[in-house]
């Protein structure tokens, strides 16, 4: 059975830092792509980042570029996303979700944690 479980968020105050972690089992975590995607009260979901497990190529939304780092430690089977220079419209909830490739479609995703920033 696929698992992934996101922690790591929080409130924090504008221009602060947090960091998310996804810890993924129950498949074989270099065949994948694991992304994170963010969706806001009443907004679409945004794909905000995105890491290849195969070669490590980052993908990042304009919206974050610059600000967020995503990484992987396929030793851990987990993926991780540095937040830093948080702003309140980052404020969402925020997915991993595992697929195929980078910008397609995920097929797993976790429950979420919330992120809050405040002004």
């Known amino acids: 059975e696929v698992q992934l479980v996101e922690s790591g968020g929080g409130l924090v105050q504008a221009g602060g830092s947090l960091r998310l972690s996804c810890a993924a089992s129950?498949?074989?975590?270099?065949?994948?792509?694991i992304g994170w995607i963010r969706q806001a009260p009443g907004k679409e979901r945004e794909g905000v980042a995105c890491i290849s497990s195969s070669d490590g190529s980052t993908y990042y939304a304009d919206s974050v570029k610059g600000r967020f780092t995503i990484s992987s430690d396929n030793a851990k089977n987990s993926v991780y996303l540095q937040m830093n220079s948080l702003k309140p419209e980052d404020t969402a909830v925020y997915y991993c979700?595992?697929?195929?490739?980078?910008?397609?479609?995920?097929?797993?995703w976790g429950r979420g944690t919330q992120v809050t920033v405040s002004s």
């Open positions: 979700a595992v697929g195929s490739s980078c910008g397609g479609h995920y097929d797993y």
């Open positions: 129950g498949f074989t975590f270099d065949d994948y792509d």
